[in-house]
């Protein structure tokens, strides 16, 4: 399994965390694990939302200094 | 001292007549040249190809003589760069030449890849080039009712396209007097009908009133062309009489080729411009990676930031200022109305309530782009 992909999505307003994730986990393999860090108190809930709604795993999210790290498994 | 701007678009147009500007006394001297490699002697305004589609501009209008725009100590050619050899500081190009850089500046742009969703090339219509704009229209023009689905895919360049296509296409049927007779219906990636919040909470009221109906969370899967159907990552389908779409989009070939970038977005400082572990290799516009709209407006501002940073570090040998981030867009609300989002990485968009002078200055503003290429606004 590659090493986890990180997102920087800090301060993406237009297109945003949770595109950002989509663009970025279409390029990854099965398995693979990223983390988006997202200044969007939002991410928290829309992209565990997302990740229910299409198939992958959330494995948790955590805040430190108003940055959100949103844990992601590829499923499919 | 040689200036190598790889692009002549928006980006790299912008930024070069900056630097001509900044570094005039040093190009008189020949201290420095400003070397400019484009795949086109044209520039497209590419906003244009949303009226093309529509029959509203015929597509020579789009077009202006690149040389034209630019300062005319710019050394220009015709001749694309068909290999970066970042480590010797050369590129080699189409014609066979190698030119050595001090400083390189990438804007090659970013293209729509319909042959990353089995079915869509086949399928769908699209209007990100000339020539798939005309043949958009065309094919508008001989349908005379049905479902017209507008969907997706990410990343794309211009956040505001997939809206404004909409509002468009309900306006061309109107005028055609079929609106009756033809069901739209748009799909979103996101949770809603677009990525800035303020523009989705009065883009949807404005759906529902023109009867426009919407599916958020729907990601392209495939199209199934025989039995006209497009199925989403989600899970959904949605039948189509015609498809229209925005594809997900790539950075170009030669930089995906290259193995600058995966998928040909380049790694990119997000203050500093430049491209992750290279000093003199800046990046800018669509072809970066960083998280911000793939838009003219931020390509304009990313040039204006490196324009200065480059000029001073011929001058004094350093960069002095940083890339805020900043995005500044349009937003047509209907015919005659229009606002504007401005935000950057700390700032977020707080767009005003629509207003006919907006919408005015929006249209004069079109106008203004070959002054804003040439660097003149
Ligand atoms: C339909 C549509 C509507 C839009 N509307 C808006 C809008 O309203 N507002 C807004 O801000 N933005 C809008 N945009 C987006 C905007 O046009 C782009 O984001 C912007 O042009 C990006 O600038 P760029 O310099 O990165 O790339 P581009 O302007 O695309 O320029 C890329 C340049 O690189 C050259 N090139 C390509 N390959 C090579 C190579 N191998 N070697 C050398 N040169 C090469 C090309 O010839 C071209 O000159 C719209 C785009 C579209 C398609």
Redesign the interface.
Known sequence: MAEKKV??????????????L??AI??AQVGDELEVLSTDQ?SAK?IP??LN???HEHLGTTETGGVWHVNVRKKK | MNILIVGGGMGGTILANNLARRLNPELKSGKVRIIMLSASERHMYQPGLLYVAVGKMMPDEMYRDQRSLLEPTIEFSVDPVEQFNLDQNSVKTKSGATIKYDIMAIATGSRMAPETIPGLAEGAETFYTEDTAVKMFKTLQGFQGGKVVITVGVPHKCPMAPLEITFMLNDYFKERGIRDKVQLHYTYPIGRVHSLENVAKWAAPEFDRLGITYETLFNMKEVDVANKVLRSEEGTDTKYDLLIAIPAHRGMEVIEKGGLGQNGWIPTNRTRLNMEGRNNVYVLGDTTNIPISKAGSTAHFEAEALGENIAAIVKVGTPVRDYDGKVFCFIQAGKDKATYASFNYSNPPDPKAPSRAIHWFKLAYNKLYWSSARGLL
């Open positions: 997102i920087d999505a800090r301060g993406s307003f237009c297109p945003g965390p949770l595109m950002e989509i663009a279409k390029s939002g829309d939302e997302w709604k299409v198939g």
